[in-house]
Nanobody, 114 residues
Framework: QVRLVESGGGLVQTGGSLRLSCVAS????????MGWYRQAPGMQRELVGT???????TLGDSAKGRFTISRDNAKNTVYLQMNSLKPEDTGVYYC????????WGQGTQVTVSS
């Protein structure tokens, strides 16, 4: 089992920044992929970005140019730096970890006011 704990969400004004963190604990294997999804009210969960243990990243279209995903393997932590935030970025942001099986965090709320 893998436990994921997110932090860093909150309320921010349009144009502001937030940095989310997610710490993984439990049976962590090298070669995993970690990342972030988000879910806005009434919407399906969508990809924000992923990062492999080797540092290769993928960003969803809505995140490109504004968000950066990074990780610290020694700390089993993945980060999401979000800049130039927009009201449409509002939602619950979920961390995930996958190595054959997928695990999800409880989510952290991000609210961007206009």
């Amino acid at each position: 089992q893998v436990r994921l704990v997110e932090s860093g969400g909150g309320l921010v004004q349009t144009g502001g920044s937030l940095r989310l963190s997610c710490v993984a604990s439990g049976r962590i294997f090298s070669g995993n992929v970690m990342g972030w999804y988000r879910q806005a009210p009434g919407m399906q969960r969508e990809l924000v970005g992923t990062i492999t243990s080797g540092g290769s990243t993928t960003l969803g279209d809505s995140a490109k140019g504004r968000f950066t995903i990074s990780r610290d393997n020694a700390k089993n932590t993945v980060y999401l730096q979000m800049n130039s935030l927009k009201p449409e970025d509002t939602g619950v942001y979920y961390c995930y970890y996958v190595y054959f099986s997928a695990f999800w965090g409880q989510g952290t709320q991000v609210t961007v006011s206009s």
